[in-house]
């Protein structure tokens, strides 16, 4: 992963000196470990990406998405992740077509929005459909995995001539995006190819696959699991132990003679290939870049979902494959959104989620992967559904953009918690500026709130600043000699240009009579609490 580590301590960063170096050459947008977080770095500032993924076909169309534009920027994103083809962008070898390209970012820049391109190339959802048909009718050149019992349009990631393809289109795409946005940055990422893998068997039986499949796993393959062996993911941890931490043999040697030695064997592939997809965009344009991944069912066997998908249990796998890949972010429909999110931000992988549910639910959940995950961007998909009327995400985006400095330098700070609450947990404790911090589902006269959900913050001794609904927080004091605490002050504000501007008093009913601090269930709101300690 290329991630640039700070060498200054955090306060010099926000000082003028960083501030007029990076005013007189603005860097590219890059990632970059600051703290406990790594974050996305935008002209100089963490930026956090407050998103939404367009249906499938809306970005092909600048008159189609012409109307969407203010309606999203309204909704409060500051980022749009749109889907861009290969088909369009190269419909004939070697002839570009960037006219779209252009007029996505002049339409994205007039409603002061970013953008995220996906690029769909040789594989969207598995599949290969959103190929050029010049690549898609010469199999021969261009040739596709074979499965036992169907007959696909996927691509091999075998074929070298494929991988040169799509590479070229994608360096001069690069290209392209530099020249005409090297200085705007309006293009934040590169999302390479969508949800790959194999759909439908559990490898590629093509000739060509089946003949490296049955010779020997690469040397940099098992020499990286050797050298990362305590860090491995531990379901693979446990497939390379049970089969005696072999450093040569076949593929099913090495990981034993089953589907789990076929989907590995597919993300080496995958992974070899977008490696060096990506390693071609970024030698002409160097942003980050990562790969998304259709989440498999807990009992699900590889083909059921995209076998050799960067799953959590294969990371590793597409790691030691190379290194152009910043890193890999999960698709989040599942139920559990906790621990899938606690999966992909692991082991230097930091969070971002491209696609996942809007609405209420979305509401909900970027406070816990941004709070607690200290993820960088948070997208639900199909977001001009959500584009009339009124969306649930809106206010939430619009409450989490106006603590986004503070956010961004809590996160860096390891002082950031993020929860939802509802029917599965109604409470959640952590540890925090010397409190055990107590949160549960709000209630008053008897009746609970359905559902909570928010973030807090350490912003001084004895100091929080909240955001959320639904909740109510008590504190406990860590040391032993730590006398009786009580709440001295909570009161409602705002943030205006990152300035902490109080509003109510918040007392009575509206903190339990001093008990607790209460964030109601009418809406999201920003609170500051601080505490007193007396014998
Ligand atoms: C996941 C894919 O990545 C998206 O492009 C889209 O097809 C959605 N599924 C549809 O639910």
Redesign the pocket.
């Known amino acids: 992963m290329r991630i640039s580590f700070c060498a200054l301590p955090i306060v010099l960063l926000f000082s003028g000196v960083s501030a007029s170096l990076t005013a007189q050459q603005p860097a590219a947008p890059h990632l970059e470990a600051r703290g406990a977080a790594t974050q996305l770095i935008v002209d100089g500032k963490p930026f956090l990406i407050l998103g939404g993924e367009l249906h ?1 076909s809306s970005s092909s169309s600048l008159e189609y998405m012409k109307p969407l534009w203010p309606k999203l920027a309204a909704m409060g994103l500051n980022t749009v992740v749109t889907p861009l083809s290969w088909e369009l962008v190269e419909p004939k070898e070697g002839v570009y077509d960037f006219a779209l390209v252009d007029g996505l970012l002049a339409q994205a820049r007039a409603s002061h929005q970013r953008i995220v391109f996906l690029w769909l190339a040789s594989w969207k ?1 598995g599949m290969s459909s959103y190929a050029p048909v010049w690549v898609k009718q010469d199999t021969r050149r261009f040739p596709r995995v074979v499965e036992r019992n169907n007959e696909v349009e996927i691509l091999s990631p075998t074929a070298a001539a494929t991988q040169e393809a799509d590479a070229r289109a994608f360096g001069a795409l690069m290209q392209h995006i530099k020249q005409v946005d090297g200085e705007q940055h309006t293009v934040l990422m590169m999302q390479i190819e ?2 790959v893998g194999v759909l439908g068997d559990t490898r590629d039986h093509s000739g060509a696959a089946n003949k490296a499949f049955a010779s020997a796993v690469p040397p940099e393959l098992t020499a990286y699991l050797k050298a990362h062996q305590s860090a491995l993911y531990p379901e693979l941890r446990a497939l390379w132990d049970a089969n005696g931490n072999k450093t040569a043999g076949t593929w099913a040697e090495v990981f034993g003679d089953t589907a789990r030695a076929d989907e590995i064997f597919m993300a080496w592939n995958y992974a070899r290939f977008m490696q060096a997809v990506t390693a071609r965009g970024r030698a002409a344009y160097n942003i980050p870049m990562y790969a998304n991944t ?1 989440l498999m069912g807990e009992d699900a066997i590889p083909g059921d979902y995209p076998s050799g998908c960067p799953e959590p249990r294969v990371i590793d796998i597409w790691k030691a494959a190379g290194q152009a890949i910043d890193f890999y972010a999960p ?1 989040l429909y599942a139920e559990n959104f906790e621990l899938w999110s606690q999966r992909f931000h692991r082991d230097g992988n930091p969070l971002f989620m491209p ?1 996942t549910r809007g609405g209420a639910a979305g509401a909900g959940n970027v406070y816990y992967a941004l709070g607690q995950e200290a993820g960088f961007g948070f997208s639900p ?1 199909g977001i001009e559904d959500e584009a009339d009327g009124k969306s649930d995400l809106t206010a939430s985006y619009n409450l989490i953009a106006s603590i986004a400095p503070l956010l961004a330098e809590r996160q860096s700070a390891g002082a950031v918690h993020g929860f939802v609450l509802g029917k599965f947990r109604s409470s959640v404790d952590f540890v925090m500026n010397g409190y055990t911090v107590h949160v549960t589902l709000d209630e008053i006269f008897g009746d609970h709130a359905s559902t909570g959900f928010g973030l807090i913050m350490a912003t001084g001794p004895d100091e929080f600043t909240g955001v959320g609904k639904g909740f109510r927080v008590t504190f406990e004091p860590r040391s032993p000699a730590a006398k009786q605490v009580a709440i001295a002050a909570v009161d409602e504000g705002t943030f205006v240009d990152g300035k902490w501007i109080p509003g109510r008093r918040l007392n009575g009913d509206e903190n339990d009579q001093g008990k607790n601090w209460r964030f109601d269930s009418k809406q999201v709101t920003a609170e500051k609490v601080t505490l007193y300690r007396f014998e």
Do not use: A, L, R, S
């Open positions: 499938n959802n969508n949800e259709w698709d696609e998909f």
